[in-house]
Protein backbone atom coordinates (compact mmCIF):
# COMPACT_ATOMS: atom_id res chain seq x y z
CA UNK A 1 0.00 0.00 0.00
CA UNK A 2 1.60 3.34 -1.21
CA UNK A 3 1.82 5.95 1.27
CA UNK A 4 0.58 8.28 -1.28
CA UNK A 5 0.58 12.40 -0.40
CA UNK A 6 -3.71 13.35 -0.06
CA UNK A 7 -4.71 15.09 -2.74
CA UNK A 8 -8.52 15.56 -2.21
CA UNK A 9 -9.96 19.28 -0.90
CA UNK A 10 -8.87 20.56 2.30
CA UNK A 11 -10.72 24.29 2.56
CA UNK A 12 -9.43 26.61 5.40
CA UNK A 13 -12.31 27.19 7.61
CA UNK A 14 -10.43 29.52 9.79
CA UNK A 15 -7.21 29.79 12.01
CA UNK A 16 -7.01 26.36 13.40
CA UNK A 17 -9.89 23.84 11.12
CA UNK A 18 -9.81 22.85 7.60
CA UNK A 19 -12.85 20.92 6.14
CA UNK A 20 -13.06 18.31 3.46
CA UNK A 21 -16.53 19.09 1.85
CA UNK A 22 -18.88 15.87 1.67
CA UNK A 23 -18.89 16.70 -1.80
CA UNK A 24 -15.22 14.93 -1.95
CA UNK A 25 -16.57 11.21 -1.66
CA UNK A 26 -20.08 10.40 -3.15
CA UNK A 27 -21.40 8.30 0.38
CA UNK A 28 -19.95 10.61 2.43
CA UNK A 29 -22.68 11.73 4.90
CA UNK A 30 -20.89 14.56 7.03
CA UNK A 31 -17.90 16.99 6.10
CA UNK A 32 -14.75 15.80 7.65
CA UNK A 33 -12.98 19.06 9.74
CA UNK A 34 -9.45 18.57 10.89
CA UNK A 35 -8.25 21.15 13.61
CA UNK A 36 -4.45 22.04 12.87
CA UNK A 37 -2.61 25.35 11.71
CA UNK A 38 -0.52 26.37 8.68
CA UNK A 39 2.40 24.60 10.71
CA UNK A 40 1.68 20.76 10.80
CA UNK A 41 -0.66 21.17 7.53
CA UNK A 42 2.14 20.34 5.32
CA UNK A 43 2.52 16.93 7.57
CA UNK A 44 -0.61 15.98 7.66
CA UNK A 45 -0.87 16.16 3.96
CA UNK A 46 1.97 13.74 3.58
CA UNK A 47 0.11 10.37 3.75
CA UNK A 48 -3.69 8.98 3.68
CA UNK A 49 -5.02 10.16 7.17
CA UNK A 50 -7.18 12.96 5.79
CA UNK A 51 -8.65 9.97 3.60
CA UNK A 52 -9.29 8.42 6.37
CA UNK A 53 -11.37 10.78 7.62
CA UNK A 54 -13.31 11.39 4.79
CA UNK A 55 -14.00 7.24 5.07
CA UNK A 56 -15.82 7.78 8.65
CA UNK A 57 -17.99 10.02 6.89
CA UNK A 58 -19.33 7.01 5.28
CA UNK A 59 -20.63 5.58 8.79
CA UNK A 60 -24.55 5.65 9.18
CA UNK A 61 -25.76 8.09 11.80
CA UNK A 62 -23.03 10.01 11.95
CA UNK A 63 -23.45 13.67 13.53
CA UNK A 64 -21.87 16.95 12.38
CA UNK A 65 -19.02 16.03 10.95
CA UNK A 66 -16.22 13.31 11.20
CA UNK A 67 -13.30 15.03 12.79
CA UNK A 68 -9.90 15.13 13.66
CA UNK A 69 -7.18 16.69 16.20
CA UNK A 70 -4.29 17.94 15.31
CA UNK A 71 -1.68 15.01 16.31
CA UNK A 72 -3.60 13.22 13.49
CA UNK A 73 -1.79 10.32 11.32
CA UNK A 74 -2.36 7.50 9.22
CA UNK A 75 -4.03 4.74 11.34
CA UNK A 76 -5.74 1.37 9.92
CA UNK A 77 -9.94 2.28 9.06
CA UNK A 78 -9.72 5.07 11.58
CA UNK A 79 -7.30 7.52 11.81
CA UNK A 80 -5.21 8.39 14.84
CA UNK A 81 -6.83 11.11 16.19
CA UNK A 82 -10.14 11.17 14.72
CA UNK A 83 -13.48 11.83 16.62
CA UNK A 84 -17.11 10.12 15.65
CA UNK A 85 -20.12 10.49 16.97
CA UNK A 86 -23.20 8.60 16.04
CA UNK A 87 -26.95 8.94 17.23
CA UNK A 88 -28.55 5.66 17.80
CA UNK A 89 -31.57 7.03 16.92
CA UNK A 90 -30.56 7.61 13.53
CA UNK A 91 -29.22 3.98 13.06
CA UNK A 92 -25.66 5.38 14.48
CA UNK A 93 -23.53 2.61 14.14
CA UNK A 94 -20.50 1.06 16.70
CA UNK A 95 -17.23 0.77 15.27
CA UNK A 96 -14.40 -1.04 17.00
CA UNK A 97 -11.80 0.41 15.19
CA UNK A 98 -13.10 3.87 16.06
CA UNK A 99 -12.15 3.03 19.67
CA UNK A 100 -8.28 1.18 18.37
CA UNK A 101 -7.12 -2.93 19.22
CA UNK A 102 -5.74 -0.70 22.42
CA UNK A 103 -9.28 -0.35 24.30
CA UNK A 104 -8.92 2.41 26.82
CA UNK A 105 -5.25 3.31 25.89
CA UNK A 106 -5.17 6.21 28.51
CA UNK A 107 -2.43 8.38 30.53
CA UNK A 108 -2.64 8.81 34.30
CA UNK A 109 -0.79 11.28 36.19
CA UNK A 110 0.83 11.37 39.67
CA UNK A 111 2.48 14.06 41.78
CA UNK A 112 4.45 13.73 44.36
CA UNK A 113 5.97 16.09 47.48
CA UNK A 114 9.64 15.63 45.58
CA UNK A 115 11.43 18.56 43.83
CA UNK A 116 14.25 17.89 41.19
CA UNK A 117 16.80 18.15 43.39
CA UNK A 118 15.40 15.76 45.59
CA UNK A 119 15.49 13.44 42.84
CA UNK A 120 18.64 14.19 40.92
CA UNK A 121 21.09 12.34 43.26
CA UNK A 122 19.01 9.05 43.08
CA UNK A 123 17.84 9.14 39.83
CA UNK A 124 19.39 6.34 37.78
CA UNK A 125 19.38 4.23 40.84
CA UNK A 126 15.24 4.94 40.97
CA UNK A 127 14.98 4.43 37.29
CA UNK A 128 16.69 1.10 36.80
CA UNK A 129 14.64 0.19 39.90
CA UNK A 130 11.28 1.17 38.39
CA UNK A 131 12.77 -0.90 34.87
CA UNK A 132 13.38 -4.07 37.15
CA UNK A 133 10.33 -4.18 39.00
CA UNK A 134 7.76 -3.28 36.50
CA UNK A 135 7.15 -5.82 33.98
CA UNK A 136 8.22 -4.52 30.40
CA UNK A 137 7.79 -5.34 26.52
CA UNK A 138 6.18 -8.50 24.97
CA UNK A 139 5.84 -11.55 26.50
CA UNK A 140 6.11 -10.57 29.94
CA UNK A 141 3.70 -12.11 32.85
CA UNK A 142 2.83 -9.41 36.04
CA UNK A 143 3.12 -10.13 39.43
CA UNK A 144 -0.74 -9.59 39.81
CA UNK A 145 -2.90 -12.99 38.29
CA UNK A 146 -6.13 -12.46 37.87
CA UNK A 147 -8.49 -15.94 36.84
CA UNK A 148 -11.97 -16.67 37.07
CA UNK A 149 -14.49 -14.73 39.13
CA UNK A 150 -11.57 -12.70 40.55
CA UNK A 151 -10.91 -11.73 36.38
CA UNK A 152 -14.77 -11.25 36.14
CA UNK A 153 -15.05 -8.21 39.25
CA UNK A 154 -11.82 -6.52 37.54
CA UNK A 155 -13.97 -6.23 33.95
CA UNK A 156 -17.14 -5.95 35.51
CA UNK A 157 -16.19 -2.91 38.15
CA UNK A 158 -12.76 -1.82 37.05
CA UNK A 159 -10.29 -0.40 39.98
CA UNK A 160 -12.44 0.02 42.98
CA UNK A 161 -12.52 -3.87 43.32
CA UNK A 162 -8.46 -3.37 43.93
CA UNK A 163 -9.47 -1.26 47.31
CA UNK A 164 -9.94 -3.78 49.31
CA UNK A 165 -6.39 -5.27 48.55
CA UNK A 166 -4.72 -2.35 49.14
CA UNK A 167 -3.63 -1.82 45.62
CA UNK A 168 -6.04 1.54 44.94
CA UNK A 169 -7.96 3.82 47.53
CA UNK A 170 -11.00 5.82 47.13
CA UNK A 171 -9.29 8.68 46.31
CA UNK A 172 -7.53 7.21 42.99
CA UNK A 173 -11.02 6.17 41.81
CA UNK A 174 -12.40 9.85 42.35
CA UNK A 175 -9.88 11.28 40.46
CA UNK A 176 -9.84 8.58 37.50
CA UNK A 177 -11.87 8.88 34.61
CA UNK A 178 -15.61 7.44 35.02
CA UNK A 179 -14.74 6.52 38.23
CA UNK A 180 -12.73 3.57 36.54
CA UNK A 181 -15.71 2.15 35.44
CA UNK A 182 -18.18 2.20 32.43
CA UNK A 183 -21.64 0.78 33.35
CA UNK A 184 -23.33 -2.13 31.14
CA UNK A 185 -19.50 -3.48 31.03
CA UNK A 186 -20.96 -7.29 30.72
CA UNK A 187 -17.40 -9.91 31.18
CA UNK A 188 -19.76 -13.17 30.00
CA UNK A 189 -18.96 -10.88 26.56
CA UNK A 190 -15.43 -11.02 26.75
CA UNK A 191 -13.83 -14.29 25.17
CA UNK A 192 -12.20 -17.22 26.94
CA UNK A 193 -9.37 -16.41 24.49
CA UNK A 194 -9.66 -12.62 25.67
CA UNK A 195 -9.56 -13.32 29.40
CA UNK A 196 -6.64 -15.47 28.91
CA UNK A 197 -4.44 -12.87 27.46
CA UNK A 198 -5.79 -10.60 30.27
CA UNK A 199 -5.43 -13.17 33.22
CA UNK A 200 -1.53 -12.01 33.86
CA UNK A 201 -1.17 -9.36 32.31
CA UNK A 202 -2.98 -7.07 34.63
CA UNK A 203 0.36 -4.40 35.82
CA UNK A 204 2.43 -4.60 32.69
CA UNK A 205 3.25 -1.69 30.74
CA UNK A 206 3.26 -3.49 27.44
CA UNK A 207 6.00 -2.05 24.48
CA UNK A 208 5.59 0.20 21.75
CA UNK A 209 4.31 3.51 22.56
CA UNK A 210 3.62 2.67 26.05
CA UNK A 211 6.09 4.40 28.96
CA UNK A 212 6.39 4.83 32.18
CA UNK A 213 7.74 8.31 32.81
CA UNK A 214 9.80 10.07 36.15
CA UNK A 215 8.85 14.29 35.15
CA UNK A 216 9.43 17.31 36.06
CA UNK A 217 6.96 20.37 35.83
CA UNK A 218 8.88 22.40 33.63
CA UNK A 219 6.40 25.54 33.46
CA UNK A 220 3.54 26.35 34.33
CA UNK A 221 1.00 28.33 32.21
CA UNK A 222 -2.49 28.88 34.37
CA UNK A 223 -1.35 29.08 38.00
CA UNK A 224 -4.94 28.14 39.64
CA UNK A 225 -5.75 25.19 37.57
CA UNK A 226 -2.20 24.15 38.83
CA UNK A 227 -2.51 24.82 42.29
CA UNK A 228 -6.13 23.12 42.18
CA UNK A 229 -4.20 19.91 40.83
CA UNK A 230 -1.32 20.11 43.38
CA UNK A 231 1.17 20.57 40.55
CA UNK A 232 4.05 23.17 41.46
CA UNK A 233 7.05 24.34 38.87
CA UNK A 234 10.55 22.13 39.89
CA UNK A 235 7.88 19.17 40.95
CA UNK A 236 8.56 15.68 40.19
CA UNK A 237 5.82 13.68 38.82
CA UNK A 238 4.78 10.19 37.22
CA UNK A 239 3.23 9.62 34.20
CA UNK A 240 2.26 6.38 33.07
CA UNK A 241 0.19 5.86 29.38
CA UNK A 242 -0.67 1.77 28.94
CA UNK A 243 -4.32 0.38 28.09
CA UNK A 244 -5.80 -2.91 28.09
CA UNK A 245 -3.13 -4.97 26.77
CA UNK A 246 -3.57 -8.49 25.33
CA UNK A 247 -7.39 -8.38 27.08
CA UNK A 248 -8.38 -5.18 25.11
CA UNK A 249 -6.62 -6.32 21.86
CA UNK A 250 -8.34 -9.76 21.94
CA UNK A 251 -11.77 -8.05 22.16
CA UNK A 252 -11.16 -5.97 19.45
CA UNK A 253 -10.14 -8.36 16.89
CA UNK A 254 -13.01 -11.06 18.24
CA UNK A 255 -15.23 -8.04 17.44
CA UNK A 256 -13.93 -7.56 13.97
CA UNK A 257 -14.32 -11.28 13.44
CA UNK A 258 -17.96 -11.10 14.46
CA UNK A 259 -18.43 -8.25 12.00
CA UNK A 260 -16.96 -10.05 9.19
CA UNK A 261 -20.58 -10.31 7.10
CA UNK A 262 -22.25 -7.80 9.22
CA UNK A 263 -22.11 -4.51 7.70
CA UNK A 264 -23.95 -6.20 4.32
CA UNK A 265 -26.37 -7.81 6.77
CA UNK A 266 -27.64 -4.19 7.82
CA UNK A 267 -26.73 -2.81 3.96
CA UNK A 268 -24.05 -0.72 5.35
CA UNK A 269 -21.43 0.03 2.53
CA UNK A 270 -17.86 0.90 3.49
CA UNK A 271 -15.24 2.07 1.55
CA UNK A 272 -12.27 -0.02 4.33
CA UNK A 273 -13.10 -2.83 5.91
CA UNK A 274 -11.06 -2.06 8.97
CA UNK A 275 -14.76 0.46 9.57
CA UNK A 276 -16.64 -2.48 9.77
CA UNK A 277 -18.88 -1.39 12.42
CA UNK A 278 -22.78 -2.67 13.64
CA UNK A 279 -26.00 -0.66 14.26
CA UNK A 280 -25.43 0.18 17.94
CA UNK A 281 -29.06 -0.84 18.77
CA UNK A 282 -28.43 -4.50 17.16
CA UNK A 283 -27.37 -7.73 19.02
CA UNK A 284 -24.07 -7.22 17.19
CA UNK A 285 -23.15 -3.92 18.54
CA UNK A 286 -24.77 -4.72 22.02
CA UNK A 287 -22.04 -7.60 21.63
CA UNK A 288 -19.32 -5.36 21.33
CA UNK A 289 -20.54 -2.37 23.44
CA UNK A 290 -20.61 -4.78 26.46
CA UNK A 291 -17.22 -6.41 25.95
CA UNK A 292 -15.88 -3.15 25.20
CA UNK A 293 -16.81 -1.54 28.40
CA UNK A 294 -15.32 -4.50 30.07
CA UNK A 295 -11.96 -4.11 28.57
CA UNK A 296 -11.83 -0.91 29.33
CA UNK A 297 -12.38 -1.24 33.22
CA UNK A 298 -9.82 -3.82 32.90
CA UNK A 299 -7.06 -1.04 31.27
CA UNK A 300 -7.99 1.16 34.27
CA UNK A 301 -6.80 -1.53 36.50
CA UNK A 302 -4.00 -1.98 34.27
CA UNK A 303 -2.84 1.65 34.91
CA UNK A 304 -4.01 1.49 38.47
CA UNK A 305 -1.62 -1.58 39.47
CA UNK A 306 1.69 0.57 37.42
CA UNK A 307 0.61 2.96 39.40
CA UNK A 308 1.16 1.31 42.48
CA UNK A 309 4.02 -0.78 41.10
CA UNK A 310 5.05 2.74 40.89
CA UNK A 311 4.67 3.93 44.50
CA UNK A 312 6.53 0.77 45.63
CA UNK A 313 9.63 1.52 43.99
CA UNK A 314 9.64 5.36 45.08
CA UNK A 315 8.78 4.60 48.89
CA UNK A 316 11.93 2.03 48.75
CA UNK A 317 14.54 4.29 47.10
CA UNK A 318 13.21 7.25 49.33
CA UNK A 319 12.47 5.56 52.19
CA UNK A 320 9.10 7.06 52.96
CA UNK A 321 5.82 5.78 52.31
CA UNK A 322 4.26 7.08 49.51
CA UNK A 323 1.50 8.84 51.49
CA UNK A 324 4.31 11.10 53.00
CA UNK A 325 5.29 11.52 49.45
CA UNK A 326 2.40 13.24 48.52
CA UNK A 327 2.16 10.31 45.56
CA UNK A 328 -1.28 11.32 45.17
CA UNK A 329 -3.26 10.42 41.24
CA UNK A 330 -3.99 13.42 39.50
CA UNK A 331 -6.20 12.30 36.72
CA UNK A 332 -6.60 9.17 34.88
CA UNK A 333 -7.91 9.62 30.68
CA UNK A 334 -8.23 7.48 28.35
CA UNK A 335 -7.81 8.22 24.73
CA UNK A 336 -9.42 5.14 22.76
CA UNK A 337 -13.10 4.77 23.67
CA UNK A 338 -16.53 4.81 22.83
CA UNK A 339 -18.65 6.10 25.18
CA UNK A 340 -22.93 7.38 25.40
CA UNK A 341 -22.85 11.04 25.99
CA UNK A 342 -25.13 13.75 25.72
CA UNK A 343 -24.14 16.81 23.28
CA UNK A 344 -25.77 19.19 21.67
CA UNK A 345 -25.86 18.93 17.94
CA UNK A 346 -28.62 21.45 15.97
CA UNK A 347 -29.69 23.02 18.74
CA UNK A 348 -30.79 19.76 20.17
CA UNK A 349 -29.24 17.64 23.24
CA UNK A 350 -28.78 14.25 21.81
CA UNK A 351 -27.45 10.94 23.23
CA UNK A 352 -24.85 10.09 20.77
CA UNK A 353 -21.98 7.41 21.01
CA UNK A 354 -18.62 9.56 20.81
CA UNK A 355 -15.73 7.15 19.26
CA UNK A 356 -12.20 9.14 20.10
CA UNK A 357 -9.18 6.89 18.72
CA UNK A 358 -6.25 8.99 19.80
CA UNK A 359 -8.07 11.77 21.28
CA UNK A 360 -9.13 13.10 24.75
CA UNK A 361 -12.14 13.91 26.33
CA UNK A 362 -12.04 17.65 27.63
CA UNK A 363 -15.10 18.60 29.19
CA UNK A 364 -15.27 22.06 30.24
CA UNK A 365 -15.65 23.67 33.70
CA UNK A 366 -18.71 22.94 35.45
CA UNK A 367 -19.58 19.51 33.45
CA UNK A 368 -20.94 17.14 36.16
CA UNK A 369 -18.69 14.20 35.15
CA UNK A 370 -16.00 16.29 36.49
CA UNK A 371 -14.44 15.13 39.86
CA UNK A 372 -16.06 17.94 42.50
CA UNK A 373 -12.67 19.04 43.04
CA UNK A 374 -11.56 20.01 39.30
CA UNK A 375 -15.23 20.95 38.47
CA UNK A 376 -14.25 24.66 38.68
CA UNK A 377 -11.26 24.72 36.37
CA UNK A 378 -12.38 22.15 33.78
CA UNK A 379 -11.12 18.17 32.95
CA UNK A 380 -7.25 18.11 33.46
CA UNK A 381 -6.37 16.22 30.26
CA UNK A 382 -2.80 14.43 30.13
CA UNK A 383 -0.65 14.62 26.89
CA UNK A 384 2.01 12.40 26.61
CA UNK A 385 4.89 14.01 24.60
CA UNK A 386 7.99 12.40 23.25
CA UNK A 387 10.61 11.09 25.48
CA UNK A 388 13.24 13.71 24.87
CA UNK A 389 11.04 17.16 24.93
CA UNK A 390 7.91 17.53 27.15
CA UNK A 391 4.22 16.34 27.94
CA UNK A 392 1.41 18.60 28.82
CA UNK A 393 -1.63 19.07 31.32
CA UNK A 394 -4.31 21.14 29.84
CA UNK A 395 -7.71 21.49 31.30
CA UNK A 396 -10.81 20.83 29.09
CA UNK A 397 -12.84 24.01 27.50
CA UNK A 398 -16.24 25.26 26.41
CA UNK A 399 -14.73 25.44 22.82
CA UNK A 400 -14.97 21.39 22.97
CA UNK A 401 -18.38 21.14 23.59
CA UNK A 402 -18.75 23.41 20.58
CA UNK A 403 -16.64 21.84 18.16
CA UNK A 404 -15.50 18.34 18.88
CA UNK A 405 -18.00 16.80 21.19
CA UNK A 406 -15.95 17.66 24.17
CA UNK A 407 -12.67 16.61 22.76
CA UNK A 408 -8.52 17.42 22.19
CA UNK A 409 -5.62 15.19 21.44
CA UNK A 410 -4.23 12.80 22.84
CA UNK A 411 -0.34 13.08 22.21
CA UNK A 412 2.19 14.00 19.60
CA UNK A 413 1.50 12.28 16.79
CA UNK A 414 3.58 10.66 14.47
CA UNK A 415 6.23 11.92 12.02
CA UNK A 416 7.96 9.24 10.64
CA UNK A 417 7.14 5.73 10.48
CA UNK A 418 8.43 2.98 12.49
CA UNK A 419 10.64 2.15 9.90
CA UNK A 420 12.04 5.88 8.70
CA UNK A 421 12.83 6.23 12.38
CA UNK A 422 15.37 3.27 12.71
CA UNK A 423 17.06 4.39 9.51
CA UNK A 424 17.26 7.94 10.99
CA UNK A 425 18.59 6.69 13.94
CA UNK A 426 21.46 4.15 11.67
CA UNK A 427 22.14 2.27 14.91
CA UNK A 428 22.92 5.42 17.07
CA UNK A 429 22.12 4.43 20.81
CA UNK A 430 19.51 6.83 21.54
CA UNK A 431 19.45 6.05 25.17
CA UNK A 432 22.92 7.34 25.20
CA UNK A 433 21.60 10.72 23.44
CA UNK A 434 18.72 10.96 25.92
CA UNK A 435 21.38 10.56 28.72
CA UNK A 436 23.65 13.46 27.57
CA UNK A 437 20.06 15.57 27.58
CA UNK A 438 19.84 14.79 31.00
CA UNK A 439 17.04 11.49 30.67
CA UNK A 440 17.97 8.51 31.84
CA UNK A 441 15.76 6.03 29.51
CA UNK A 442 15.82 2.22 30.23
CA UNK A 443 14.02 -0.57 27.31
CA UNK A 444 14.05 -4.06 26.53
CA UNK A 445 15.06 -3.45 23.05
CA UNK A 446 17.52 -0.96 21.38
CA UNK A 447 15.18 -0.57 18.36
CA UNK A 448 11.98 0.21 20.29
CA UNK A 449 13.72 3.13 21.51
CA UNK A 450 14.75 4.23 17.92
CA UNK A 451 11.54 3.71 16.52
CA UNK A 452 9.99 6.15 19.88
CA UNK A 453 12.97 8.26 19.16
CA UNK A 454 11.68 12.35 20.01
CA UNK A 455 12.56 12.75 16.27
CA UNK A 456 9.70 9.68 15.34
CA UNK A 457 6.85 12.47 16.74
CA UNK A 458 5.89 15.78 16.14
CA UNK A 459 6.63 18.43 18.14
CA UNK A 460 3.85 18.13 21.07
CA UNK A 461 4.06 21.74 21.58
CA UNK A 462 3.05 22.65 18.32
CA UNK A 463 0.25 20.27 18.62
CA UNK A 464 -0.74 21.58 22.35
CA UNK A 465 -0.98 25.35 20.70
CA UNK A 466 -3.47 24.26 18.16
CA UNK A 467 -5.77 23.07 20.51
CA UNK A 468 -5.28 25.79 22.96
CA UNK A 469 -6.24 28.53 20.17
CA UNK A 470 -9.10 26.53 19.09
CA UNK A 471 -10.57 26.57 22.51
CA UNK A 472 -10.69 23.20 23.01
CA UNK A 473 -8.58 22.92 26.08
CA UNK A 474 -6.26 25.27 27.71
CA UNK A 475 -2.34 24.83 28.83
CA UNK A 476 -1.63 23.87 32.40
CA UNK A 477 1.73 22.74 32.81
CA UNK A 478 4.73 21.78 30.48
CA UNK A 479 6.08 18.31 32.24
CA UNK A 480 9.70 17.53 31.09
CA UNK A 481 11.11 13.93 31.03
CA UNK A 482 13.95 12.81 33.23
CA UNK A 483 13.61 9.12 33.43
CA UNK A 484 11.87 7.20 30.78
CA UNK A 485 11.11 3.05 30.97
CA UNK A 486 9.95 0.96 27.92
CA UNK A 487 9.28 -2.02 26.56
CA UNK B 1 10.16 -13.71 0.46
CA UNK B 2 8.74 -11.19 2.70
CA UNK B 3 9.97 -7.14 3.88
CA UNK B 4 8.33 -5.10 5.80
CA UNK B 5 7.12 -1.90 4.78
CA UNK B 6 6.71 1.46 6.47
CA UNK B 7 2.92 2.33 7.49
CA UNK B 8 3.42 5.71 10.10
CA UNK B 9 2.54 4.24 13.72
CA UNK B 10 2.64 0.35 12.64
CA UNK B 11 4.43 -2.08 10.50
CA UNK B 12 3.30 -3.84 6.93
CA UNK B 13 4.05 -7.04 6.08
CA UNK B 14 4.82 -8.16 2.25
CA UNK B 15 4.96 -11.74 1.92
CA UNK B 16 5.88 -13.24 -1.81
CA UNK B 17 5.40 -16.72 -2.61
CA UNK B 18 5.25 -19.45 -5.44
CA UNK B 19 2.28 -20.78 -3.61
CA UNK B 20 -0.44 -20.32 -1.61
CA UNK B 21 0.95 -22.96 1.59
CA UNK B 22 4.60 -21.24 0.83
CA UNK B 23 2.61 -17.99 1.51
CA UNK B 24 0.97 -18.61 4.78
CA UNK B 25 4.48 -20.23 5.95
CA UNK B 26 6.31 -17.52 4.80
CA UNK B 27 3.67 -15.13 6.77
CA UNK B 28 4.26 -16.90 10.10
CA UNK B 29 8.15 -16.26 9.51
CA UNK B 30 7.70 -13.21 8.76
CA UNK B 31 5.34 -12.24 11.95
CA UNK B 32 7.98 -14.15 14.18
CA UNK B 33 11.00 -11.60 12.39
CA UNK B 34 9.23 -8.52 13.89
CA UNK B 35 8.72 -10.02 17.32
CA UNK B 36 12.21 -11.03 17.32
CA UNK B 37 15.26 -9.80 17.04
CA UNK B 38 17.20 -12.58 15.54
CA UNK B 39 14.59 -15.80 15.01
CA UNK B 40 17.21 -18.16 13.92
CA UNK B 41 17.59 -18.35 17.92
CA UNK B 42 14.51 -20.43 17.57
CA UNK B 43 15.20 -23.96 18.49
CA UNK B 44 12.75 -26.17 16.52
CA UNK B 45 11.60 -28.38 19.64
CA UNK B 46 8.48 -28.87 19.72
CA UNK B 47 5.88 -29.10 16.96
CA UNK B 48 2.06 -27.51 17.79
CA UNK B 49 -0.90 -28.02 15.02
CA UNK B 50 -3.32 -25.73 14.39
CA UNK B 51 -6.35 -26.47 12.10
CA UNK B 52 -8.46 -22.75 10.78
CA UNK B 53 -11.60 -23.07 8.82
CA UNK B 54 -12.59 -20.38 5.98
CA UNK B 55 -13.12 -19.55 2.82
CA UNK B 56 -11.96 -15.89 2.10
CA UNK B 57 -7.71 -15.61 2.15
CA UNK B 58 -7.05 -12.85 3.60
CA UNK B 59 -9.32 -13.41 6.14
CA UNK B 60 -7.82 -16.70 6.68
CA UNK B 61 -4.34 -15.14 6.67
CA UNK B 62 -5.65 -12.53 9.61
CA UNK B 63 -6.48 -15.81 11.40
CA UNK B 64 -4.00 -17.78 11.12
CA UNK B 65 -1.38 -14.83 12.13
CA UNK B 66 -3.56 -14.34 15.05
CA UNK B 67 -3.34 -17.82 15.80
CA UNK B 68 0.14 -17.29 16.24
CA UNK B 69 0.55 -14.43 18.05
CA UNK B 70 -2.31 -15.70 20.68
CA UNK B 71 0.19 -18.72 21.31
CA UNK B 72 3.01 -15.96 22.06
CA UNK B 73 0.87 -14.36 24.11
CA UNK B 74 -0.68 -16.32 26.27
CA UNK B 75 1.88 -19.45 25.96
CA UNK B 76 5.14 -17.28 25.64
CA UNK B 77 5.84 -19.82 22.34
CA UNK B 78 8.04 -18.77 19.70
CA UNK B 79 8.08 -20.59 16.16
CA UNK B 80 11.01 -20.78 13.27
CA UNK B 81 9.56 -23.41 10.92
CA UNK B 82 6.15 -23.93 9.13
CA UNK B 83 4.25 -25.54 6.82
CA UNK B 84 0.93 -24.87 5.94
CA UNK B 85 -1.19 -26.43 3.33
CA UNK B 86 -4.00 -24.14 2.03
CA UNK B 87 -7.57 -25.99 0.99
CA UNK B 88 -11.19 -25.02 0.07
CA UNK B 89 -12.21 -24.24 3.33
CA UNK B 90 -9.59 -22.97 5.44
CA UNK B 91 -6.15 -24.54 6.29
CA UNK B 92 -4.28 -26.92 8.44
CA UNK B 93 -0.28 -26.27 9.31
CA UNK B 94 2.08 -26.96 11.54
CA UNK B 95 4.81 -25.19 13.64
CA UNK B 96 8.00 -25.86 15.45
CA UNK B 97 9.24 -23.80 17.76
CA UNK B 98 9.95 -23.56 21.75
CA UNK B 99 8.67 -21.54 24.31
CA UNK B 100 10.37 -18.18 24.78
CA UNK B 101 13.51 -18.01 26.73
CA UNK B 102 14.93 -14.51 27.70
CA UNK B 103 18.19 -15.72 27.97
CA UNK B 104 18.52 -16.26 24.59
CA UNK B 105 16.12 -14.51 22.64
CA UNK B 106 16.07 -11.05 22.34
CA UNK B 107 12.37 -9.23 21.54
CA UNK B 108 11.99 -6.29 20.01
CA UNK B 109 8.55 -5.51 19.39
CA UNK B 110 5.25 -5.72 20.75
CA UNK B 111 2.46 -7.06 17.97
CA UNK B 112 -1.01 -5.96 19.31
CA UNK B 113 -2.99 -7.60 16.48
CA UNK B 114 -2.96 -8.08 12.99
CA UNK B 115 -5.11 -5.40 11.16
CA UNK B 116 -7.46 -6.00 8.29
CA UNK B 117 -6.34 -2.42 6.51
CA UNK B 118 -4.72 -2.76 3.53
CA UNK B 119 -4.84 -6.39 3.70
CA UNK B 120 -4.28 -8.62 0.32
CA UNK B 121 -4.10 -12.25 -0.57
CA UNK B 122 -3.50 -11.95 -4.50
CA UNK B 123 -2.54 -14.35 -7.52
CA UNK B 124 0.69 -12.68 -9.44
CA UNK B 125 2.68 -13.87 -12.43
CA UNK B 126 5.30 -15.64 -10.18
CA UNK B 127 2.67 -16.68 -7.42
CA UNK B 128 1.29 -14.92 -4.40
CA UNK B 129 1.48 -11.28 -3.01
CA UNK B 130 0.10 -10.87 0.39
CA UNK B 131 0.14 -7.32 2.26
CA UNK B 132 -1.05 -7.20 6.33
CA UNK B 133 -0.32 -4.45 8.33
CA UNK B 134 -0.05 -5.10 12.10
CA UNK B 135 -0.36 -2.81 15.12
CA UNK B 136 2.13 -2.05 16.73
Redesign the interface.
Known amino acids: MAKDVFQGPLEQVDETCWRIPKSYKPGMRVDGLIFTDETLLPQIKKDQAPEQVANVAFLPGIQYASLAMPDIHWGYGFCIGGVCATDPEEGGVISPGGVGYDINCGVRLMRSNLRLRDVQPHLRSLVDELFRQIPTGAGKSGQYAFHGKELHQLLAEGPRCLVGRGLATPRDIEFTEAHGRLEGADPDLVSERALARGSEQCGTLGSGNHFLEVQVVDEIFDDEAARVMGLEKDMVCVMIHSGSRGLGYQVCDDALHMLRKVPEKYGIVLPDRQLACAPVNSPEGQRYIGAMRAAANFAWCNRQLLMHQAREVFQRIFGRSWQELGMQLVYDVCHNIAKFEEHTVGGKKRRLWVHRKGATRAFPPNHPEIPEAYRKIGQPVIIPGDMGRASWVLVGRPGSMQKTFGTTCHGAGRAMSRTAAVQAAGGRRIDKELEAQGVIARAQSYRGLAEEQPKAYKNVDEVVEVVHKADLSHKVARMRPIGVIKG | MYE?????????LRIRAPSLDSLFAEAGEALMSI?L?DPTTIEPREAWQVQIEGDDLA?LLV?WL?ALL?R???G?RVYRRFQVQVTPGGLSASAWGEP?DPARH??????????????RVEPTEAGWLA?V?V??
Open positions: TFAHTADLGIDYDNYFDVHLRLQREVKAITYHGLEIDI
